[in-house]
């Protein structure tokens, strides 16, 4: 399945972006998706992610904070993100995994300013 992210930009600290993953292909609505977050320098770590059954779980970091949700009618999958903070500034990807199959979206920025 090919991923395409958007939704990034440059926010003020305590602001918010709703990132969005658009996905191809008939198999979005059984895959588990998620977002990850690489900060320079930084591994790229899991911010969140949704089952193909809607189930959620959430880095610590961003309990209260982030939601993940899906559309499968639309093959989407946003992340939005209140009370943004500088530690959030990062490359965002989403990911998808069905099977043993695993694809990554191409990222897309999100720089908070203190």
């Known amino acids: 399945v090919q991923l395409q992210a958007s939704g990034g930009g440059l926010v003020q600290a305590g602001g918010s972006l709703r990132l969005s993953c658009a996905a191809s292909g008939s198999i979005f609505s059984i895959a588990n998706m998620g977002w990850y977050r690489q900060a320079p320098g930084k591994e790229r770590d899991l911010v969140a992610r949704i089952t193909s059954g809607s189930s959620t779980n959430y880095a610590d970091s961003v309990k209260g904070r982030f939601t993940i949700s899906r559309d499968n009618a639309k093959n989407t999958v946003y992340l939005q993100m209140n009370s943004l903070k500088a530690e959030d500034t990062g490359v965002y990807y989403c990911?998808?995994?069905?099977?043993?199959?695993?694809?990554w979206g191409q990222g897309t920025q999100v720089t908070v300013s203190s």
């Open positions: 990911k998808a995994v069905y099977g043993t199959s695993v694809d």
